[in-house]
């Protein structure tokens, strides 16, 4: 594709995210495609969208199975094929690559991406358990191991290999959480000091609360079209110019590095390919901060620095905004929140506001080009897309 | 050693159950899985044969978790870990009989057995665990 759009962005839609009390996913993704087919005047959603992809992760918080049907009922577009797609905490960046897919095909021109997840009702312990069940059940789950507890693993290794501190992680919160404090959307929106984050309780060290992102309501979506049709809808699209995911194996144990994500390594590559595009050219990014260590581990795998050396890139303040490389403009996972099957694309529409300059006081000046990093489980699926602006 | 059981973690865990650490080596590409498998992702061959793996290894990474589900949460906080075993073969595993102070990473490990639980219920998988 040679760095040419490959989809274009039309509109995008999020919930607030936060503790949503009373409210089921199908509500909580209503308010999102409510304010996505509102922000596009030209789009007649009920004629005009042909297809939908709906990434949610579990039956078990809601007892409700069947999700791509029941969202597009109460999204209004009941009628239209809709369907689920399932990659633990990636499910909604694997329902934008559907959505890829289904618009390449030539089967759907206009098609709604976009995933949810209610999760704040049931107890810690309950969502715990809830989400181990994205990684291996026989050897993980089994023998207690949990989902912090997976990348608690890697944090360990990665910090006996290259001597990473718990204070460069911490540092990860304090800036995440300082983003957050700049969106009206983010469940938390409050800074938090370097103190607060060093001595918060362990989860599984050495990963501490202020380490974990958060338990959160919320919903998001993005609408996508053919390039060649997007100016028929609006005036200022953002175009898709690199989308790849790759896979790993489901159990940790059984991969060849436990500081660093081989699936993360082959979808950036991939992406950069397509878009024709090195590291180095990326203005901002949204990476998967379900850890602390994890936004660390993906500084390296996508290139923003050298393999060993994210606890320096984290230091040097380049990934606030306001540095050579912002990283989760939006608060990320840590202060937004991680609903996890709307993770995926929340990150898109973080992308679709900077990229059309409606990111308020959290605005990177100018930003033309961002990644945004969406990873299932402890990482054996990680998607990657890079975006262009038009403005 | 008999070829009739088939290559799946059902089995790997019925071995373990009569104190046996067993792999299924690929008779084709030679390639050990632990656990073992019944396609081979190297080679996509069916064809194996059972080898036992010691039970000694070493302590590539650990954490000690101190929020878990439910069925874990009498134990906290306590030691998981992955270990490497002989032909680099790696397992995750609970680490028992020691403190975060003692657990180094690289220091030998041995795994213990354990004992299945739950008799009535799916899966009838004993724990095992590592001790130094």
């Not at chain 1, 809709?82 to 329902?95: D, K």
């Not at chain 1, 028929?232 to 953002?238: A, E, H, N, R």
């Not at chain 1, 300059?357 to 990680?382: E, P, Y």
Request: net charge neutral; hydrophobic share 40%.
């Amino acid at each position: 594709l040679n760095g040419k759009p490959i989809v274009s962005i039309i509109s995008a839609g999020m919930s607030k995210f936060g503790k949503r009390e009373g409210l089921l996913t199908r509500e909580l993704f209503s308010e999102a495609a409510f304010e996505a087919f509102t922000r596009c005047p030209k789009l007649d959603p009920k004629k005009d969208i042909k297809a939908m992809f709906i990434g949610h992760m579990g039956e078990a918080y809601e007892h409700q199975g069947h999700t791509g049907s029941t969202i597009a009922d109460w999204a209004g577009l009941t009628g239209i094929p809709a369907t689920r797609t399932e990659a633990a905490c990636a499910s909604s960046g694997a329902a934008l690559r559907s959505g890829i897919y289904a618009v390449l095909s030539g089967l759907a021109d206009v098609v709604v991406v976009g995933g949810a997840e209610k999760m704040t009702h049931r107890t810690t312990s309950e969502v715990t358990e809830y989400l181990a069940m994205a990684s291996d059940y026989p050897f993980e789950q089994w023998h207690g191991i949990t989902f912090p507890g997976l990348f608690a693993l890697m944090a360990t290794a990665h910090m006996h290999t290259y001597g990473t501190t718990e204070e460069q992680l911490a540092l990860v919160a304090v800036k995440n959480h300082y983003h957050g404090s700049l969106n009206p959307k983010a469940h938390m929106q409050k800074e938090i000091t370097l103190q607060m984050a060093m001595t918060s309780r362990y989860v599984a060290w050495p990963l501490k609360l202020y380490d974990c992102s958060l338990i959160t309501d919320g919903a998001s979506c993005i609408v996508i079209t053919k390039p060649e049709l997007a100016d028929k809808y609006t005036d200022q699209p953002v175009h898709i110019v690199g989308s790849a995911q790759a896979s790993d194996t489901i159990g940790l144990y059984e991969r060849k590095s436990l500081t660093s994500l081989n699936a993360t390594k082959i979808a950036a590559k991939t992406a950069y390919d397509m878009a024709q595009l090195k590291p180095k050219e990326i203005e901002l990014a949204e990476v998967h901060d379900c850890f602390t260590f994890a936004e660390l581990m993906a500084y390296e795998d996508l290139g923003f620095c050298k393999i060993g050396e994210s606890g320096k890139l984290i230091e040097s303040g380049q990934t606030r905004i306001g540095g050579k490389i912002p990283v989760n403009t939006s608060g990320g996972l840590k202060a937004k929140g991680h609903p996890v099957g709307a993770t995926g694309t929340a990150q898109a529409y973080e992308m679709y506001l900077q990229l059309t300059g409606q990111a308020g006081k959290r605005q990177v000046k100018d930003a033309k080009v961002g990644l945004t990093h969406n990873i299932g489980g402890s990482g054996a699926t990680s998607v990657v897309h890079i975006y262009r602006g038009t403005q | 050693m008999s070829v009739q059981e088939p290559f799946t973690i059902e089995q790997f865990y019925k071995f373990l159950g009569q104190q046996k650490l067993m792999a299924g080596k690929c008779l084709k590409c030679g390639k050990i899985h632990l656990p073992p498998r019944p396609l081979c992702d190297n080679c996509l061959s069916q064809d194996f044969e059972w080898v036992s793996i010691s039970g000694k290894g070493k302590l590539l990474t650990y954490t000690f978790i101190h929020i878990a589900p439910e069925q874990f949460q009498a134990l906290v906080p306590y030691a998981v870990g992955i270990v490497e075993l002989e032909n680099g073969l790696k397992i995750p595993g609970m680490i028992q009989k020691i403190n975060q102070e003692q657990l180094k990473i690289g220091m030998a490990l041995t795994l213990d057995f354990g004992t299945c639980s739950s008799p009535q219920q799916w899966p009838q998988w004993p724990r095992y665990c590592f001790r130094p």
